[in-house]
């Protein structure tokens, strides 16, 4: 059997590792330099897609970054006869509108920040100045590479924000239209899920670290690290987000028409009024699925053909007791730009596995940087202090000129 990721992140290379077994091949398109069977070409672009799928004779394809998703392949492939896991767009609107999934949680009470969705610059800038109480959080509407959310500070800073994006189009269309919210604080968890539209099977929590600097600091980035477990996530708040949130937001999605089926995640922040949804996405989150997966007991296709099928309530589905680390190696400069090309060396034998993720294979074969996020160290130990000091004696053994990294991932759920 033959399958198909699309996309190119250390994400994508944790669920090619996950898919192989004897008697199937794993291809990934555009893939990257460390993801064997990788085929050039644009994971948006349709036909050349179907194309690929014929040409490599694909049976189920796995589409995986949020803007395929946005843009209908699983539509387009399962109308050419090709099954996929992942959600329809219309489903996907649920992280490519952050107005859609606002007007969504707030019509069907699922717990999340209050806020106002905005088309018109000038109602907006008349709504920030009623505010009383700062910091807000102004958000794109559309997908912009995980950069379009600002916290800011008083009414001048969100007056900046809004015509940056509103009238001189930063984010392009995807900030045309806005959401002003209110600030919520607490920790946070992601939690990704399994869905077929009707049963939903939550993987183990994790916890992101998006800044790019050690304690937090720095600019928003698509993620620096991951643990798994999340210690915050404590059974009692598992229940509670699922009578509240995950079992509302299925019902939600099919009383809309538009049923989803793939992998839902969670971006929940735990507040002092309960777990309230800080963002949804329609796919797995990366490098969440680099801690997550390592974790998970079967057959990953097995579960993900049962989300396609509708028949993931006949599936068994558990996850080791263990920990996880994911440490993020990125390219100096990251998230703002960067230089590629950069060769990498590795030394030695790692305890745990590299993720590539923005790395290619140079003419003489060569490991060299080709992103923002390089590669993520990921070592798996029964507590997560181990797992971390594993990733971080891994981390040592990589080598590439500006590499940059977080030292405190873990740091945080280990004193929680
Ligand atoms: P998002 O892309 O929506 O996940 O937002 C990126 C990050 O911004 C989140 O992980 C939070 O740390 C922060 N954030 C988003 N919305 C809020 C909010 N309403 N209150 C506080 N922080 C937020
Ligand atoms: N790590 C968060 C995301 O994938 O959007």
Redesign the pocket.
């Known amino acids: 059997m033959n399958i198909l990721i699309l996309g190119s992140g250390g994400r994508e290379a944790a669920i090619a590792a996950c898919l192989e077994k004897e008697g199937r091949t794993v291809y990934a398109l555009p893939g990257n330099g460390g993801i064997a069977n990788s085929i050039p070409g644009s994971a948006v672009d349709r036909d050349a897609v179907l194309a690929a799928c014929r040409k490599y004779d694909i049976s189920y394809c796995v589409v995986t970054p949020d803007d395929p998703l946005a843009a209908g392949m699983v539509d387009y492939l399962q109308e050419h006869g090709i099954p996929c896991f992942g959600p329809t767009a219309r489903a996907a609107r649920i992280e490519s509108s ?1 107005a859609f999934a606002k007007d969504l949680m707030h019509r069907y009470g699922i717990p999340t ?1 209050k806020a106002m969705t905005f088309s018109s610059l000038d109602q907006a800038l008349a709504f920030v100045r009623t505010l009383k109480t700062f910091p807000v ?1 102004i ?1 794109a509407d559309g997908l912009a590479l ?1 950069k ?2 600002s ?1 800011v500070q008083d009414l001048e800073e969100a007056a900046q924000m809004l015509r940056a994006m509103m009238e001189d189009g930063r984010f392009g269309s995807a900030g045309r239209t806005v959401v002003i ?5 607490g920790p ?1 968890v992601s939690v990704l899920s399994f869905t077929d539209g009707r049963t939903i099977i939550p993987m183990v929590s994790a916890m ?1 670290h ?1 800044r790019a600097c050690d304690n937090d600091q720095g600019p ?1 980035t698509g993620g620096m690290g991951t643990i798994a477990p999340n210690p915050y996530y404590t059974e009692e708040v598992a229940k509670e987000c699922m009578e509240k949130i995950f079992l509302p937001t299925l019902s939600a999605l099919r009383k809309e028409g538009c049923p989803f089926s793939g992998c839902l995640y969670f ?1 929940l ?1 735990l507040t002092q009024d309960g777990p309230k949804v ?2 949804y996405n329609a796919r797995f989150g990366d490098p969440e699925t680099q801690v997550v997966l390592p974790l998970l007991q079967g057959d990953l296709l097995e579960i993900m053909t049962a989300c396609t099928d509708g028949t993931l309530d006949k599936v068994r589905i558990s996850f080791s007791d263990e920990a996880c680390c994911c440490v993020i190696l990125a390219s100096e400069g990251y998230p703002g730009r960067y230089e590629k090309g950069r060769p990498i060396t590795i030394d030695g034998p790692l305890e745990g596995q590299i993720r590539i993720a923005g790395a290619l294979r140079n003419g003489n074969g060569d490991l060299v940087t080709n992103g923002g996020r390089v590669l993520g160290i990921v070592a798996k130990a029964p507590t997560l202090a181990q797992a971390v000091e594993a990733a971080y004696r891994d981390v040592e053994k990589i080598h590439f000129e500006g590499c940059q990294f977080r030292h405190d991932i873990g740091r945080r759920a280990l004193e929680a």
């Open positions: 952050k920040a959080v958000k995980g379009g959310v916290i919210e209110e600030f919520l604080t946070e992101d998006k928003n971006g922040m800080i963002e």
